[in-house]
Every structure is written in C-alpha cells, then in structure tokens.
C-alpha cells in the first residue's frame, strides 16, 4: 500500500447559505447574518483544516470488494465504484476548537451554540470538496476520472468500517482524529470517505445527500 500522505489547508471560502441551511433556516433569514459573522470571527483562529489519505488498489470480486486495506460486500459502495481500477482513502477535520465553542454556548447561548455546529458543518463540507477537487484535478491530468466520495454508513456500506478506515490512514497520529466504541469521531466535524478512480466519467448520484438513505432534516433539496 502507498504511503499515507498528509495536506494541511489554508480556510476554504464560506458558505453563508450553507451555514444557514445546516441551522435549519428557512429562506435567508437576514435577521441572522450578523450573529453568523460574529461567530465566524471568533471561530476563525480556532479552526485548523487537515486531511490524510493514501492511494489503494480496489477490485471487485463478485461477491465482495477488495479495498486493501478492508472487504466489504456493499452493493452501494460496489455501484459507486464501477468500473474503478484503485481508490482514495481519506479522513479529514477541522479540529477541536469548534467543539469546545459548541460547548462553551450550549447553556449560556443556545443559538450561538446551533451556530458553531452549523458553521462547523459547513467547514467540515468545505474542505472535503477543497480536497476532491485537487484529487479530480491531478487525475483528470492523466486521463483519469473520479467519483462523488462515499463514507461509512451511506446506503448499506457499514459505518464499522470507521475501524479499518481509521487503523489504514492513522488517523490519530496523522490529523489527531479518534473513534470510540460508538463509532463517533473527535473532534466530531471529521470526516472518512472514499474516492473511486477510474477511467469512465460517473454515472452514479452526487455525493453526499444524493447517496445518503438516512431521513436527515439536513438532506440538500
């Protein structure tokens, strides 16, 4: 397997409409813009943006798919990956200081503290799309092409295999990303997923909402 790689990002643009959306506004709420701009401001120093990943080679089995560094018998990851000769494997996170923001207002303001959540998940989605575009970029260089990332318990793909993700990259030397026993992440805006390369432009879903079964009050319209 190829070595696992580390990128360090400088803060994605902001997103102001998906802020609002993950705080589950309706419609542009200016009444709320200069909250989100305070909060942003004091989250800005507090915010770091890191990702991890390594290249591997997929092949699909019939029966099951060989990730090298797992197996899994998903049928939604296997759609996802048709026609992918290797993938990429990567975590990513913003860090703790959101959290300790989140907490810091959860009793004394808790609209500040549904904010920093928002905000947090806005970041969190930021740089996974920073890093899916530099990874489409560098394979669209050499002919290659990617598909929308896909993460443990999107469809039937299982969110156990965090475990394996998370031993595959080192998560916790290389980004200061943990799992516990429940299968949650710290700091808790991180994300794992897969990248499929291959030579066919996708044909499947976009990512994220689109492959996502889960009824989530927070699903992209």
Known sequence: MTPVRIKIYDAPEINVKEILRYAGARGEMPELKPLISECLAEAKDKLTYKVCYRQLSVIDNGDFLDLSFATTA??????????????????????LGIDRLIAKYSSVSPVKALLFQAIGAERIESLCDTFNSEIKAEHMAVGKATRPR???????????????????????????????????????????????IGEIECKTPASGCATCSADCDYRRK
């Open 74 to 95: 998903s049928n939604d990851l296997r759609k996802n990956l048709r026609g992918c000769e290797s993938v990429v494997l990567f975590g990513a996170t913003i860090g």
């Open 150 to 196: 896909f993460s443990p318990g999107y469809g039937d793909f299982p969110i156990e295999m965090q475990r394996k993700i998370f031993d595959a990259l080192d998560c916790a030397k290389n980004i200061g990303l943990t799992l516990n026993g429940s299968m949650l992440m710290s700091p808790s805006k991180s994300v794992t997923a897969i990248i499929g």
